[in-house]
Structures are given as structure tokens and as C-alpha cells.
């Protein structure tokens, strides 16, 4: 493979950037924005800098409305300076309002925020590797990595080859079929390290130094976590330009929680939303929990864990941002729990039958979560919450098979259906007055 000459701005880039450097979130160090994520006095993580004042004199509403119907409508918000950004149709996805699932929970104003149809890989991650990748082309990158539990080498692998970037993507050697071949059909190079997501993580940190690749979620992370914004710019614009009273929202590293609040700051900051207390509730897998376990035990501090569960998207044991998480969490008088394995399928299968979503085991987590929360009065009936579903659930089939059914196979004749039929609508009894019990 070609090795990278990074730090190096295309020549044809538009020069409009609102972001001016980067800065150490611990000792509020400054550097360069360059392809740099670690604080070189304290060790700390990076993060991108704007210029607020600039986007309160040019950014309005309608201008937003009149951007692409996708991420990029943001643009002004985003780390990148190209005003031809990598757009493949990323972002925009649907603000479902979730009246089923509410009633069945016992609460009134329930929206779901759908990223399991997202552009182009069916996942949240198409869109901090749309940033991540438009940024690595200015900064001169010709060849781009990741390390990742699955969803996110399906996002590398698609838009690499949608930019013509060469890519190489490391996995864990367990995840599930699905996410293999969804990272295949795009003809990466793709390496499947037997070990879990950590261990893959630290291998990927030693490529990224000797041979100078952009890795989204490494060296190019705080242009890479900017992404996630966009997820809470298109809720608060779906809403009518306003802010949620609740967000739920599944736990990895924790970046995604903090940034969805990132962007409904930066909107009240630059006066396109009013300001409102926004409580923020984390979900996590029993099985992989250091975030849930820390809020728990009123810690302020995160112990690593070994993962073991079925929601291998969620399965990080060393949380990038799992403190920064923890503190929001604790800040905005939200919660952070846990669930286990067999709840989580239940999760999967509430969400299908209420809302026709079906999603991967990371969803599945945050509906189990969201229903926990609820059932112990930590979710006022009353207030709008928001949902966020992260992936597709093609991607995990191997978690369901076995808990929903199996075809009634008849013969093509009308008395044949009549008594499979019957036997349908009898089990379907059964299973309700289960449920209401």
C-alpha cells in the first residue's frame, strides 16, 4: 500500500473553514489542526475549535434549510474547509414519532431517531466517517484505516471507495457475519485480529505511527467525533427548532452521548434553538458496562472491563470518552444503565412489532434501557424523549435467530391456511395475555 504524506491541504480546497485549531479538553492546551489527537503536555483527548462568533453572523435557519438534504447542510458547524465536502446522501434520516411503542410503555411524547436507514452502510457511523474522510483528503491522506467493532469498517470501506481513498479496516476476528461481509463487498484490505475491540485498538494506534495512514477514530478522532453532532442538529431542526426534554442513547466509547449534546449547545450558542435543560440517559450491555458499573457505584472514574455480550458494537471495555459521558450524564440529571443479553433481544423484537424498525443489538440495548428507565420512574410521562437508534438490524441476525418463530409451511390449498391460520391467531392470544400479565 502507498504510504500517506499527511499535514499537507489539498491544493484545490476552498478556504471558508470555521474551525481555527485544536484544543486539549483537559489542560486547554492549543495545537494546529492538524492530524493529532492526544494533548502532548497532559496526555489529554483533542478537540476541534470554532469560531462562534463568525457562525452567529452567517448562519441562520434558512440557510441551513437550504443546504443538502444531508449532513452537509451543517457544514459550517464541521471540521473540514472544503466547500465540496465527501457527500453521499449521509444524515437526514427519519424523526419518528413513536406512538405505539409510547402507549405500550406508559408514556405520551416518544420519538425515535432513526439511524438504522442512514447513507450509505445503515448505521450512525456513516456520518463521523463522511467528516473523518473529507478531512483526511485535505490533510493529504491517500491511504485510510479504523479500528472497529463492525459498523464503523463499513463506513470506512463504503466511503473510501466512494473518494477513491485506499483502505485498510481492522476488526475484531468474532463479529458477526453480516458486518464482515458488509465491509468486504467494497474490496478493503480488511484484518480480523483475534482479540477483542481494545486490543484491536492498540495494534491500530502501532500501524498508525510506523505507517502514517489516516485512522479515522486514532489520529484523525477529533474531526472524526464532530461527526456525531449532526445528530443532535437534525433533532433539534425536526422538532421545530427546538430542544427535547430527554435523550436516550446507547454507550460505546462514549463519544456519541457527549457529542449529540455538543450540538445542541453549539445551536443555543449561536441562537438558532433557546436553551433548555436536556437530560441525557446512556445505555449500556450488561456484559460490556464500565460506564453503567462507574454510575452506579457513584465512581468518578471508569474500570476497565473484558467484554462478553451479544452487542458487540457496544463491546469497548476501555472507554475513549466514558468519563466525559459519565460527568454529562451526572450534570444533566440523566441516568446511565445496563441490560442484559436476553433483554436486549427483547428490546429488538419491542421495537419491530411497535414501530416496524428493526435494529441491531446496540438498538435493542437503548429501547431495553429506555424501558427500564421508565418502568422505575425515571422518565417523566410528559416530556418529549428522544431515542437514539444507531444501526440496522440485518447487520446482527445471528442475535434474534431462534427467539422469533418460524414460518407455518402449508400446501396451496385454502383449508390448509384456514387451520395454520387459526393456529396463528391462537398463539397471538397467548402471547398478549402474556404480555399483559
Known sequence: MTQAT?????????RTATFTGLKCKECGAEYEAKAIHVCEECFGPLEVVYDYDALRQTVTRASIQAGPNSIWRYRPFLPVETDT?????????????????????????LYIKNDAVNMPTLSFKDRVVSVAL??????????????????????????????????????????????????????????????????????????????????????????????????????AEQLGWELPDHVVAPLASGSLFTKIYKGFQEFVKVGLVADKSVRFSGAQAEGCSPIAQAFRENRDFISPVKPNTIAKSLAIGNPADGVYALDLAHKTNGNIESVNDQEIIAGIKLLAETEG??????????????????????????????????????????????YVGEPLTIEPKLEAFERAWERAQTLERLEWQQVSV
Open 6 to 14: 499527511p499535514q499537507t491541504l489539498a491544493p484545490t480546497c476552498a
Open 85 to 109: 465536502p465527501i457527500d453521499v446522501g449521509t444524515g437526514m434520516t427519519p424523526l419518528l414519532q413513536a406512538n405505539r411503542l409510547a402507549r405500550r410503555l406508559g408514556i405520551k411524547k
Open 134 to 235: 473529507t478531512r483526511a483528503k485535505e490533510l493529504g491522506f491517500s491511504t485510510v484505516s479504523c479500528a472497529s467493532t463492525g459498523n464503523l469498517a463499513n463506513s470506512t470501506a463504503a466511503i473510501a471507495a466512494h473518494a477513491g481513498l485506499e483502505c485498510c479496516v481492522f476488526i475484531p476476528s468474532d463479529l458477526e457475519a453480516g458486518k464482515v461481509l458488509g465491509t468486504l463487498i467494497y474490496s478493503p484490505t480488511l484484518m480480523a485480529v483475534h482479540g477483542n475491540y481494545d486490543q484491536v485498538n492498540r495494534l491500530c494506534s502501532e500501524v498508525a505511527n510506523t505507517h502514517g495512514w489516516g485512522f479515522v477514530n486514532i489520529n484523525l478522532r477529533p474531526y472524526y467525533s464532530e461527526g456525531s453532532k449532526t445528530l443532535g442538529y437534525e433533532v
Open 357 to 402: 424498525i428493526f435494529t441491531e443489538t446496540a438498538g435493542g440495548t437503548t429501547i431495553a434501557v429506555l424501558k427500564k428507565l421508565v418502568e422505575a420512574g425515571k422518565i417523566n410521562p410528559d416530556e418529549t424523549t428522544v431515542v437514539y437508534i444507531t444501526g440496522n438490524g440485518l447487520k446482527t441476525q445471528e442475535a434474534v435467530q431462534g
